[in-house]
């Protein structure tokens, strides 16, 4: 009896030392980079925000109002995304999320892009949509999608590309929360074709198999 405690206790001993090498790791960022300095006063931001004193705190700190009320939509996509995030509600700050609505046109939608760091949870308040992702290369880039009415729920894995459409006859308005107070986003299109400077017309020819004229076409769009 004696030695199989001295067994177990062995085994807890050796689990409590290699345990954090298993979970340890990095913490995420919350910004798309993050370059080292040598002294805090060349230093302007930390990965987050820097903190207020705890005592300080009020309850405004962690309130925003207005997300009730419609946002126009009249751009080119036809959609208005209105973000509650660690920029304009600080309490969010080292929590890990975040809130946006979503207000689409008649056929708006918010179109192709990706959030780096935050998974994302999307419920429809009013109309009907129809949303996707699509998986990673090695999954064999599958399209998975589903035509969403008032009160569905649909979840877009973190990092991988998504979209939502109206498909409905009138407006529609989705909230969606994010598992970052800063998740960041790439628009696919805005980002491949609207960067600055420019990519090279003929990295991109070659890439998306076009004629490097429709590319530098596509990139006067944006």
């Known amino acids: 009896m004696a030695m ?31 370059i080292g300095v040598n002294t805090p006063v060349n230093g302007v931001f930390v990965n987050g925000k820097f903190c207020k004193d705890p ?10 109002s207005g997300l009730h009320n419609a946002r126009a939509v009249n751009n080119a996509v036809g959609s208005n995304v209105t973000a509650v995030n660690v920029n304009n509600l600080p309490g969010l700050n080292t929590l890990g999320i975040s809130l946006v609505r ?10 192709p892009h990706t959030h780096p760091r935050a998974t994302e949870i999307l419920v429809v308040q009013q109309g009907t949509l129809f949303v996707g992702f699509v998986s990673s290369n090695g999954d064999g880039n599958r399209l998975f999608t589903k ?13 991988l590309i998504h979209f939502q ?3 409905g006859r009138s407006p529609a308005v989705a909230f969606a929360a994010l598992s970052s107070q800063n998740p960041g986003v790439v628009t696919i299109a805005n980002t491949v074709f609207g960067s600055n400077p420019p990519i ?16 530098i076409d596509l990139q006067n769009k944006f």
């Open 4 to 34: 199989k405690s001295i067994s177990f206790l062995s085994i807890l001993s050796l689990l409590a030392l290699t345990l954090p090498l298993v979970i340890g790791s990095d913490p995420s960022p919350l910004q798309d980079f993050c």
């Open 55 to 64: 005592k300080l705190a009020t309850a405004d700190d962690f309130f925003f």
């Open 102 to 111: 979503i207000d689409y046109g008649v056929n708006g939608q918010n179109p």
């Open 147 to 159: 035509t969403l009415n008032k009160g569905d729920v649909f979840v877009f894995p973190e990092g």
């Open 165 to 167: 459409a109206n498909v």
């Open 200 to 215: 090279n017309p003929n990295v991109l020819a070659r890439a998306f198999q076009l004629d490097p004229k429709v590319v």
